[in-house]
């Protein structure tokens, strides 16, 4: 069965930077989108970026220039390095996952499009 398993979150000062690891078992990458997502207190869970099991990424247009996806196909785990960290990035990070065909060029941007979901990792920023 898939498992998706993030860690890397934490306490972080503004400015700070961060990287977010999700690994992934029972889902090749090669044939899996990976999303990440994050959910503040108090709002809707709102995209920040996927890669499609071609490798392609795609951000959210709020979040482009700070944010990086990428993957380790060897590892079978996506990245989320976050840099000029704010406040109000402060949100439960999550990944998610759907299978999509070998190699494709684009990736769903809406939690509904995903299947399997991590348990999340906490992402807090305050000095």
């Known amino acids: 069965q898939v498992q998706l398993v993030e860690s890397g979150g934490g306490l972080v000062q503004p400015g700070g930077s961060l990287r977010l690891s999700c690994a992934a078992s029972g889902a090749p990458l090669d044939y899996y989108a990976m999303g990440w997502f994050r959910q503040a207190p108090g709002k809707e869970r709102e995209v920040i970026a996927c890669?499609?099991?071609?490798?392609?990424?795609n951000y959210a247009e709020s979040v482009k220039g700070r944010f990086t996806i990428s993957r380790d196909t060897y590892k079978n785990t996506v990245y989320l390095e976050i840099s000029s960290l704010k406040p109000e990035d402060t949100a439960v990070y999550s990944c998610?996952?759907?299978?999509?065909?070998?190699?494709?060029?684009?990736?769903?941007?809406?939690?509904?499009?995903?299947?399997?979901w991590g348990q999340g990792t906490q992402v807090t920023v305050s000095s």
């Open positions: 998610a996952t759907v299978r999509q065909g070998v190699y494709r060029s684009w990736c769903a941007r809406t939690p509904d499009d995903y299947v399997y």
């Open positions: 890669i499609s099991s071609g490798g392609i990424p």
